[in-house]
């Protein structure tokens, strides 16, 4: 299974298993209405969280929190359904940062990103496709740099705000020199090599 097929099967299933009590619960149209209105987009449910895998793409699970380890390689974001006839929609991102940005960050995936005039605002603007099963995703991962503390993320579809998720990125631990340490994959204790600095990882 591929990576982007394990994201896809693992938001269908939290979607269907968390819309009930969603905060962001959004009406599902009939397909009468669908036909009425073709280029209609309609939200059904969004979350916010991290992607933990053990060090396997194939035992991979999405959780659901506003808590993110700082740790190396963590990836963690938002995932939404949407019904809708199109093929893809236009996707803004804005971030309200715990301090300003010192750089500004690379443009990638055709992406526009832009900063406030105190950096402390970042904003991504992006047409994103549509997923098979009207899913839609988008994750990071925590660099070195990141700045701990308490952000704010508001997510819009077609300019309308469907989740605002206040989340906050832990303190990176620092680096130990021999002893035991934490494996970033899997979160158990071993021991590193006398002299080592780095966190363990599964071989």
Request: glycine share 8%.
């Amino acid at each position: 299974m591929t990576y982007a097929g394990t994201v896809l099967a693992l938001l269908v299933g939290v979607v269907s298993t968390l819309a009930p009590r969603s905060a962001v619960n959004r009406h599902v149209a009939s397909d009468a209405e669908l036909l009425n209105a073709a280029d209609t987009v309609l939200i059904n449910v969004v979350e916010f969280g991290i992607m933990r895998n053990n060090g396997d793409i194939d035992s991979a699970a999405f959780i659901a929190t506003r808590v993110i380890p700082n740790i190396e390689d963590q990836e963690y974001g938002w995932g939404l359904t949407v019904r809708t006839s199109r093929h893809a929609v236009h996707v803004r991102e804005e971030f309200d940062l715990p301090r300003p940005a010192s750089v500004a960050e690379a443009t990638h995936n055709a992406a526009s990103i832009t900063y406030s005039d105190d950096r402390r605002r970042l904003v991504i603007e992006r047409d994103m496709r549509v997923q098979p099963g009207g899913v839609m995703w988008h994750f990071w991962t925590s660099e070195e740099d990141d700045a701990p503390g308490a952000y704010e993320l508001r997510l819009y579809i077609e300019d309308r705000l469907v989740g605002r998720f206040p989340y906050v990125l832990e303190p990176r631990a620092a680096p130990r020199r021999g002893g035991n340490g934490v494996c970033t994959k899997c979160n158990k204790v071993g021991s590193l090599d006398p002299g080592a600095t780095s966190a363990l990882a599964c071989s």
